[in-house]
């Protein structure tokens, strides 16, 4: 097994390697119609071309989406139809955003953690066997009542009081154990709350405002 710090700086340098020989990665985003994906998707198809970024979600996307580049329907829950993505596509980087977010995950907590944790098992699995670069984002919300406020180190207290927070725990958790097991190049960093120009709020915390 690669320590972790080997593992970075070689995935480091494969990185730079990859933008240095122009080979444009093909990347699935999957939540592509939430806050985050619709952002994040045109940012990447400004980057690496509308055909090499496939935005993927359960709604129906508007026609000025659709039109934007390639869409398709994909349900993380099914690890089948995920891995017919992949291989139809030839997926090399996958940004992860389907999520039951705060305030939904309060109101139906089986379904944010069946979505939360066995969707992205899912995906971490489809990194694992095809090799795929995996960015999934955390969440202040990992964090809990008893976390230091002031000066929060990375490595604390992390005892959240939510079925988001909690999946996003365990989620940092299991990814940083595929990368340490078995190679996967793994990415995460916690969001604060955000309120998105682009789209309107999909149950997290501006719900609350």
């Known amino acids: 097994m690669i320590p972790l710090q080997q593992f970075r700086a070689l995935a480091r340098v494969s990185f730079a390697r990859r933008l240095s ?12 119609l939430g806050q985050l994906g619709s952002t994040m998707v045109n940012t990447l198809r400004a980057k690496f071309g509308q055909e090499n970024v ?15 580049g390639p869409y398709v329907y994909a349900d993380v829950l099914n690890y089948r139809a995920l891995e017919q ?5 030839g997926i090399d980087w996958v ?8 305030a939904a995950g309060e109101r139906n907590p089986s379904l944010g953690l069946n979505v939360n944790i066995n969707g992205f098992q ?43 927070g909690i999946s996003k725990v365990h989620m940092e958790l299991l990814g ?11 990415r995460s960093l916690r969001y604060p709350g955000i309120i998105s120009a682009d789209s309107p709020p999909g149950g997290g915390t501006t719900d609350y405002a």
Do not use: W
């Open 122 to 164: 899912n995906v971490l699995e489809l990194a694992k066997n095809h090799k795929l670069r995996l960015l999934s984002p955390s969440t202040m919300g990992a964090f809990g009542p008893t976390t230091p406020k002031d000066m929060t180190p990375d490595l604390t207290i992390m005892r959240p009081n939510t079925i988001y």
């Open 95 to 102: 940004v992860h955003f389907s999520a039951i977010l705060s």
């Open 176 to 186: 940083e154990y595929y990368c340490e097991k078995f190679g996967v190049d793994f």
């Open 21 to 32: 020989t122009n080979v444009r990665p093909r990347v699935l985003v999957t939540g592509s």
């Open 54 to 68: 496939v935005a993927s979600d359960i709604k129906k996307p508007t026609l000025e989406q659709r039109s934007t």
């Open 85 to 89: 993505i992949v291989v139809d596509y």
